[in-house]
T-cell receptor, first 113, second 114 residues
Framework: DVKVTQSSRYLVKRTGEKVFLECVQDMDHENMFWYRQDPGLGLRLIYFSYDVKMKEKGDIPEGYSVSREKKERFSLILESASTNQTSMYLC????????????FGDGTRLSIL | AQSVTQLGSHVSVSEGALVLLRCNYSSSVPPYLFWYVQYPNQGLQLLLKYTSAATLVKGINGFEAEFKKSETSFHLTKPSAHMSDAAEYFCAVTQETGANNLFFGTGTRLTVIP
C-alpha cells in the first residue's frame, strides 16, 4: 500500500520565519504535489514535481518554493511566512500512469502567528 | 482548461436516506474523474474513479458514481447513508496537459442526521 508521510500534523510558526514542510513517499512515484486546502476553496495546487530537481508552478505559487533532491522526498518552503499562509497543506504522489489516482498524506495544519 | 463544480457546499441527510452529491465538469477531451473523501484531520482517500471504461463506477463503502457525458456530470450516490459517511467529499478531474495534475472542486461537507 502506498504511504505518503508528512513530517508534521500540526505546526505553529511566527510571521517572517522560514518554514519547511516535508513529504516522503515510499512507492517510487515520479510525480509529487503540494496543495493547500482552505474552507470553501477546495484544494489548490501550489507546486508539483515530475522528477528529481524538476519543479513546476501550480495555481498559487507566490510565497512558496519547493525542493526535490531525492525522488521520494518533496519539500515545501515558505520563505518568509505570513498570516495568510495559515492553512492545511496536503502532499500527494502519483505514478506516471494517468489512470491511477493520487495518493495523499494526512496533511499538515500550519498556523502562522 | 478543465474545471469542476460541486453544487452544494453542505448536504444533510438522515441516516438511511439516499446520498446524492453533485459534480459537473468541463473538459474538451475525455476526462478522468475521481471522488475523494476526507474524514476529520485526515488526508484525502480515493472513493472511486472513472477512466473511460464502464460509465457506472462502484467504489468503496457502498458509494457509486455515474459518468454522463451528455450532462457533463459525475454525481456520487449511496442508497443508504450511515453515520460514518459524515465527511467532506471532493470531485476531481485530470488536467488536459498531463502530468497527472488534478483540478478539485470546492468540496461538499456531508452531515448525517441520526
Amino acid at each position: 500500500d502506498v504511504k505518503v508521510t508528512q513530517s508534521s500534523r500540526y505546526l505553529v510558526k511566527r510571521t517572517g520565519e522560514k518554514v519547511f514542510l516535508e513529504c516522503v513517499q515510499d512507492m517510487d512515484h515520479e510525480n509529487m504535489f503540494w496543495y493547500r486546502q482552505d474552507p470553501g476553496l477546495g484544494l489548490r495546487l501550489i507546486y508539483f514535481s515530475y522528477d528529481v530537481k524538476m519543479k513546476e508552478k501550480g495555481d498559487i505559487p507566490e510565497g512558496y518554493s519547493v525542493s526535490r533532491e531525492k525522488k521520494e522526498r518533496f519539500s515545501l518552503i515558505l520563505e518568509s511566512a505570513s498570516t495568510n499562509q495559515t492553512s492545511m497543506y496536503l502532499c500527494a504522489s502519483i505514478t506516471l500512469d494517468t489512470n491511477q489516482p493520487q495518493h495523499f498524506g494526512d496533511g499538515t495544519r500550519l498556523s502562522i502567528l | 482548461a478543465q474545471s469542476v463544480t460541486q453544487l452544494g457546499s453542505h448536504v444533510s441527510v438522515s441516516e438511511g436516506a439516499l446520498v446524492l452529491l453533485r459534480c459537473n465538469y468541463s473538459s474538451s477531451v475525455p476526462p478522468y474523474l475521481f471522488w475523494y473523501v476526507q474524514y476529520p484531520n485526515q488526508g484525502l482517500q480515493l472513493l472511486l474513479k472513472y477512466t473511460s471504461a464502464a460509465t457506472l463506477v462502484k467504489g468503496i463503502n457502498g458509494f457509486e458514481a455515474e459518468f454522463k457525458k451528455s450532462e457533463t456530470s459525475f454525481h456520487l450516490t449511496k442508497p443508504s447513508a450511515h453515520m460514518s459517511d459524515a465527511a467532506e467529499y471532493f470531485c476531481a478531474v485530470t488536467q488536459e496537459t498531463g502530468a497527472n495534475n488534478l483540478f478539485f472542486g470546492t468540496g461538499t461537507r456531508l452531515t448525517v442526521i441520526p
